[in-house]
Nanobody, 122 residues
Framework: QVRLVDIGGGSVQAGGSLRLSCAASGYTYCMAWFRQSPGKERERVGSIRRDGRTTYADSVKGRFAISQDSAKNNLYLQMNSLKPEDTDLYYC???????????????????WGQGTQVTVSS
């Protein structure tokens, strides 16, 4: 069983930075960050495989960075150059299945954090 707890979030002005954390217990193969606005589908921000390989959505490349601690117990999302359109509810997620690359769609992830709000004002 995997348990995920989202930590962080908050409000910041455009151009600012925030760091999200996710405390994880249990084995995971891939961990990811997703975000969701009301009435929209959950969108993948990026993911990190157990070997450290990361992938990102085009909308955040060069601005966001995903990392894990060496014990794979904590997942981080460093968000820089934030824009108002980054305002969303952010979730960490995990799957334990082996895959050539981390899954990219929300239904593929079995384990979820509770979500944390990020608000970027212009």
């Amino acid at each position: 069983q995997v348990r995920l707890v989202d930590i962080g979030g908050g409000s910041v002005q455009a151009g600012g930075s925030l760091r999200l954390s996710c405390a994880a217990s249990g084995y995971t193969y891939c961990m990811a960050w997703f975000r969701q606005s009301p009435g929209k589908e959950r969108e993948r921000v990026g993911s990190i495989r157990r070997d450290g390989r990361t992938t990102y959505a085009d909308s955040v490349k060069g601005r966001f960075a995903i990392s894990q601690d060496s014990a794979k117990n904590n997942l981080y999302l460093q968000m820089n150059s934030l824009k108002p359109e980054d305002t969303d509810l952010y979730y960490c997620a995990a799957h334990r299945d082996w895959a050539p690359s981390c899954w990219t769609t929300a239904p593929s992830y079995k384990y979820w954090g509770q979500g944390t709000q990020v608000t970027v004002s212009s």
